[in-house]
């Protein structure tokens, strides 16, 4: 019934975006997906982040109609947001970030772990990053993560 795109800039892509998960909060009125990007170009012979989008998206359903509109749209510290999981008490949302990736700071290369971003979720649907976590995946890529409730 809408179509509404994920992306804060939709008119300045800098490489390949894709949309990741989509999930809807517990109590029904916000819906969150996320963005994310992972190509590369050369810089001083080292394959270095391109650029683009990693976020997560926050819409707001209008409650009569179903319409999605965007309220939000927060970074989260880290290379492509493979997927993220809403803890079931909708306080709490846990994005995951399946590789570590090479980027440009300046002149300089450093490395963007693999990890988690851990945002709050607050009553108007808004997050707020708490904070990252970083996880060595060797040569290896850290495929899907979930949360259940105890």
Do not use: C
């Amino acid at each position: 019934m809408f179509n509404k795109s994920t992306l804060l800039e939709p008119s300045n892509i800098r490489s390949r975006q894709a949309a990741s998960a989509v999930h809807v909060d517990p109590n029904g009125r916000f819906v969150y997906g996320a963005n994310r990007s992972q190509d590369v170009v050369d810089f001083n012979g080292k394959k270095v982040y391109k650029g683009g989008e990693n976020s997560i998206v926050v819409y707001s359903i209008n409650q009569q109609t179903g319409e999605p509109n965007a309220i939000q749209h927060i970074e989260t510290n880290k290379v492509h947001p493979r997927t993220f999981h809403i803890d079931p008490s909708g306080r709490m949302l846990v994005a995951q970030h399946n590789l570590p990736m090479d980027v440009r700071d300046g002149d300089k290369v450093r490395t963007v772990s693999a990890g988690l971003s851990v945002f709050r979720m607050g009553a108007d649907g808004k997050l707020t990053l708490a904070r990252t976590y970083d996880v060595d995946v060797g040569d290896k890529s850290m495929w899907w993560m979930g949360m259940v409730p105890l």
